[in-house]
């Protein structure tokens, strides 16, 4: 049976070949083109639909607790808040703490969730240094499509100074292998005091006390 076969298709003229050779194909490109295609359509159908469907979503959640996740986060970041008034979808903020302190609060409620919107955002400084009062107002009327912050801990090692005292000659000591004199800074801490066995460095408010390290 396939020997005819084979025979009947070598006897065959070439535009019957051709025809047999070039129907496959046709039928691959039929499918790729019309049924990918609206595959392709069906889907991006259903994306706009979704897309629209957000973009016509209300807040519905509570203003409760979006205020008290707010007053958490100004207690975390130490940030004072004198007033916090929510009024048919707006919400005010009054406060004073630093430039930068403001900034995250504008992060946060940027980013609370995706129906927050700031309307304005007044600044003022205050007589203390570093120091600025403000009123950011807001409102939750409608969904808008937000970038996602992805949250990393960035876990900052503190660096501790290490001193190593090894001689200390009237006023001059000899700290990490170098000489230094009664009020000379090491790094940024200060010779405060040098006595017989013992020198006291100072930053701040902090102080640190070294005694002569023997090699071993």
């Known amino acids: 049976m396939l020997n005819q076969i084979e025979s009947s298709f070598l006897e065959s003229k070439a535009k019957v070949k051709l025809q047999l050779f070039v129907l496959p194909l046709f039928c691959i490109y039929f499918y790729f083109y019309f049924i990918e295609k609206n595959e392709s359509e ?12 957000l973009l016509t979503k209300k807040f519905n959640g509570s203003y409760l607790k979006l205020i008290k996740d707010i007053e958490a986060f100004c207690l975390l970041e130490k940030i004072k ?38 309307n304005s955002l007044i600044i003022e400084k205050t007589v203390k240094k570093n120091q600025y009062t ?29 001193f190593k005292l ?35 460095l100072n930053y701040k408010e902090k102080n640190i006390n070294l005694r002569i390290i023997k090699d071993e």
């Open 134 to 162: 403000f009123q950011i107002n807001s409102e939750f009327k409608k969904y808008y499509i937000k970038e996602k912050i992805v949250n990393t801990q960035i876990q900052k090692k503190k660096r501790k100074d290490k």
């Open 166 to 200: 090894k001689a200390i000659i009237s006023n001059h000591v000899l700290v990490n292998n170098k000489w230094y004199s009664l009020d000379e800074k090491i790094g940024k801490y200060k010779i405060l005091k040098i006595e017989k066995n013992l020198v006291v």
């Open 42 to 53: 069906s889907i991006n159908i259903n994306n706009l639909n979704t897309i629209n469907s």
């Open 81 to 118: 808040i004198d007033s916090i008034n929510y009024n048919k979808n707006k919400l005010s903020i009054i406060g004073k703490t630093s430039l930068e302190k403001i900034n995250k609060l504008i992060i946060k409620i940027e980013h609370i969730n995706n129906f927050s919107k700031i």
